[in-house]
């Protein structure tokens, strides 16, 4: 009885806490409790009358019912205050929205890698939170090349990408994140603060996963980001003259068609957060990306081509608008498509957006100027042969450069689950 005491002052001194002058909460109760009063009376007298309610009855109606509204609000208001100390008045009603409106959103996975995949994101965060990106980790140029070859992780930079598009923070967290030091500083350079701040947090828990996790939980991100596998791999690629060369940053620079490409080690593992995303999504999506070295090293990831196989929902490739030199140059909608077939099966892809607006001649010339040009349709018949519909839609944007808008994906999306 004697250990059981203290505790219970000690919930009394805390319950107390809540009236110690300065909180707000007390002129809040006793407001309401005010308000209660006025409509009590009012409503009593109007219910005694036996005639018709008064003006001094809908007076007293109306003010306890205005006041209550009032000191009800402010009560949320405080305890949203302590729930999310660090937003600003405007944002708690965008959490509230997040946590109550588009937390029962469609649930659509993304797989890719690359700025098209994060572009992507950031637009379908504002129709669900439901969202799981799953991304490539071939990556081995640049500063994710550097960090993963110093540290022994995997690539950050893709990862990074995502967990930023998705973040509910303030631009200047996000623009942190995306902050990339000087080549001029000494072993900083080229380092985005990002990729370092998910280092650091890899070699402070031990482990990629828990990275990953403790990094959404800073940026608040709608939606889970989640690596293909998180085994070390490298993407190979073959080239139709026999050559081949290893590391994705490498494989455009050879400038050759691509035979095929691969990843050592072969068949590594796939995340099985991954794998059970795919398996609960309403929707699909694959790109838009680099085909060979975005896309194609999720697909080659063991048993996430039998699971997008499996999956009795709309797989949706994102066809690229432009070519991408010393990738897929003068490839077709067709071709891009038989690329994905054959080296991710039947079955894996059974829709494909392709834009039918003209592009101007201008858009055009820049990109010719670094050797691409735009995506032809090319065998129809084949396409049909493959077991993809074509889905043809405005759904990009042009202003300098070309860029799939998200917002006309995601209803252009909805319509094929409908």
């Not at 809908?58 to 009560?75: E, H, T």
């Not at 623009?175 to 370092?196: A, C, I, T």
Request: aromatic content about 8%; overall charge positive.
């Amino acid at each position: 009885m004697k250990k059981k005491t203290p505790d219970i002052i000690e919930r009394i001194l805390r319950v107390l806490k809540w009236f110690y002058p300065g909180v707000g909460l007390k002129r809040w109760i006793s407001l309401s409790i005010l308000g209660l009063l006025l409509v009590f009376i009012g409503a009593t007298h109007s219910l005694n009358s036996l005639r018709s309610i008064s003006f001094f009855d809908w007076a007293y109606l109306l003010a306890g019912f205005i006041i209550i509204v009032i000191s009800v609000w402010k009560i949320v208001e405080l305890f949203l205050r302590i729930l999310f100390p660090s937003q600003h008045k405007s944002k708690i009603a965008d959490i509230l929205y997040q946590r109550n409106v588009l937390s029962k959103g469609v649930r659509i996975v993304v797989i890719g890698g690359g700025s098209g995949q994060s572009v992507l994101l950031h637009g379908l965060k504002e129709y669900t939170s439901n969202l799981t990106a799953i991304v490539t980790v071939a990556d081995s140029g640049g500063s994710s090349g550097r960090l993963r070859d110093t540290f022994d992780i995997l690539p950050p930079g893709d990862i990074r990408n995502c967990l930023v598009a998705l973040s509910d923070v303030e631009p200047l967290v996000r623009d942190l994140f995306q902050y990339r030091f000087s080549k001029d500083v000494p072993e900083l350079g080229g380092h985005s603060f990002g990729n370092l701040f998910l280092t650091a947090l890899t070699q402070v828990t031990g482990d990629f996963e828990k990275a990953i996790k403790a990094a959404s939980e800073v940026l608040a991100t709608r939606g889970r980001v989640l690596p293909s596998t998180f085994e070390k791999i490298s993407l190979v690629a073959e080239y139709v003259d026999g050559s081949v060369v290893k590391g994705e940053a490498e494989i455009p620079k050879a400038a050759k068609p691509i035979k095929k490409v691969f990843l050592e080690p072969k068949d590594p593992a796939a995340c099985e957060e991954a794998l059970a995303a795919i398996r609960e999504a309403d929707v699909i999506l694959l790109g838009p990306g680099s085909l060979y070295t975005s896309i194609m090293p999720n697909l080659l990831v063991r048993n996430i081509g039998k699971a997008l196989m499996q999956a009795r929902v709309p797989k949706v490739y994102i066809c690229n608008v432009m070519t991408q030199k010393g990738e897929t140059d003068n490839y077709t909608v067709y071709d891009h498509i038989r690329a994905i077939v054959d080296h991710a099966g039947r079955g894996v892809v059974t829709h494909c957006i392709v834009n039918n607006i003209t592009i101007p001649h201008d858009a055009l010339d820049k990109y010719a100027e670094e050797g691409a040009k735009e995506v032809k349709l090319g065998d129809v018949s084949g396409i049909s042969e493959l077991g993809v519909e074509v889905v043809f839609g405005n759904v990009i944007d042009i202003s300098g450069v070309i860029r799939h808008n998200p917002h006309k994906i995601y209803h252009l999306v909805m319509d094929l689950i409908k």
